[in-house]
């Protein structure tokens, strides 16, 4: 791969268009999910979504951009949150985590190579469950009881389920519409 | 037939549409106009994909606004770009991804796809990717896609706008061998040879109706 | 810069440098993660809410924050009250009240240029890392432009997956929207090589 001391510009341009991609899945009102018509926000798993396309590196490197634009006070988290706030609220760590969450998800498809859905579910569950390891803690800081921290995350777990499902539908698809593209990409 | 009944739409402050009234039954119609002339608005009043905020649409009777589901089933879309449109890996799937509510077995909607494809110039492409197509063929994709459901009205956005000129003039020519009733919406005045009807739009109210000659007159010298 | 949560002013914390508050911030935020007592925590937000009365921030934000607050405490008191007694509620209660309220204090009263100046003196150190401060706003300006692009795309998407009746369809609105982004960034990749944005320096 290039030189890790230089961005090419394909690196610049898939960092910042899937950073774009992570906000705009908050900001767009109206991806719902299933017949009932709740509207499901997907943005937390755009970091996982952008690392099973892009790869570990890439994709880490595109939520790390997203988040940074978020808390230098720019309001694209899903319902127009921004700043540095939501940062330092109980979902802190979960937001850091989305890192974790790019870098687990991209390593996992990078190490089983076939672009399958249950490669992609796997990724998908392993990115999601990085986030939590990271989210808990960090919720644990506030409640100095790191149990009543993972009750208190255990809210999340079903949504999450779903969406890692759908995530992972949806990455495969777009690996079989693009077979060619994504060769390699994931490094 | 269509009907657009007093149709308005602004967005805020800015009038896109302003009181149109029309009866479309002719089989070839174009809405003519340069940007934001509100063509392309009032095209999507018609499968109710913008719902207007003055006035109502009828398709056949059917309000789009309260039966959009019952209207789009009648009216197929096809946008300018067919990346929008195209959701499943192969030619094949996407057709068949337009029947997962026919009530027919994977095995029918997968050899119907491969007749549709086949019909409209895309025979043996049924497990192809889609985005490996050439422009061209991708945007016969999105028609076929369209034209499975057998709808009675086809919109056409702008469908030319990725084509090279051959590619383009192979496209209209295959309109005009469908059956279907054509609202095109375009300014590219090469597609309305053979249309019996062309509606010019300017700032959002019908400025010229009449047929491709003398309408298209009128809109060059709007044009300026 | 446009779109940031920024509320003009010129009162001290308006004019303070953004790296001095921010390093206030996290200092509180630490402080308060030590701090068990209501009295003090309790202390503390007042202190914040004085903050907020010197900055003179808009009634309409202060209630919207109040908004979020409340929910907030909602839903973490009656988990935690459960889990760990109310004393200890409240206790987690204050200390996110304090966090939370501290850190958007900072937000609404930094300009977004002067942190993206910050970030950018900060990341200074990491140069021989391949960290390039000077891109930090050009990068800022190409996502908030690629925001306005996707958001077009993501319109389109939609009314394209309304048109084929498939509008709850997760793979009709997600799979285009995806495939379009990669399209878009290969695009924007071949632009910015032509423009030799890829020079070193």
Known sequence: ?187 | MIEFEGVGHRYGDRVVLDRVDLRVTERRVAFVGSNGSGKSTLARTINGLIRPTAGRVLVDGLDPARDGRAVRRRVGFVFANPDSQIVMPTAGEDVAFSLRRSGMSKRERAERSIEVLAEYGLGGYADHPAHLLSDGQKQLLALCSTLVLEPAVLVCDEPTTLLDLRNKRRFVELLHTLDQQIVMVTHDLDLLAGFDRVIVLDAGRVVADDAPGPALHHYRDLAG | MTGGWYEPGTSPLHRAPAGVKLLVLLALAATVLVLHSPFLLGGVCAVIALGYASARVTPRRCLRLAVTLTLLVAFVFTIQGLLLGPAAALTICLRLVAAFSAAELFTVTTRVDAVVDTVENALRPLRRFGVRPDRVGLTVGLTLQAIAALTTIAAEVRQAAIARNAAFSVKALVVPFLIRTLRHSDELGQALAVRGDDDRP
């Open chain 1, 1 to 187: 791969m290039s030189d890790s001391r230089s961005l090419s510009p394909a690196d610049l341009a898939t960092t910042v268009v899937f950073a774009a991609f992570i906000a705009v899945l908050g900001l767009f009102p109206g991806i719902n999910a299933g017949s009932s018509g709740v509207p499901i926000v997907l943005q937390n798993v755009g970091p996982i979504l952008a690392a099973c396309l892009l790869g570990a590196r890439r994709g880490t490197a595109a939520t790390a951009l997203f988040l940074a634009l978020t808390a230098i006070g720019l309001p694209l988290l899903s319902g127009g949150r921004g700043g540095i706030a939501p940062f330092f609220g109980p979902g802190g760590g979960f937001l850091l985590g989305w890192l974790l969450s790019a870098l687990v998800a991209g390593l996992v498809v990078a190490r089983l190579k076939r672009r399958t859905l249950p490669v992609l579910l796997l990724a998908g569950v392993a990115g999601a469950a990085a986030d939590y390891l990271v989210g808990v803690p960090f919720l644990g800081l506030y409640t100095e009881d790191l149990w009543s921290a993972a009750v208190q995350s255990l809210v999340y777990v079903p949504g999450d389920a779903i969406k890692v499902a759908g995530a992972a539908v949806v990455a495969a698809t777009v690996h079989r519409a693009l077979p060619n593209r994504m060769a390699g990409a994931a490094t």
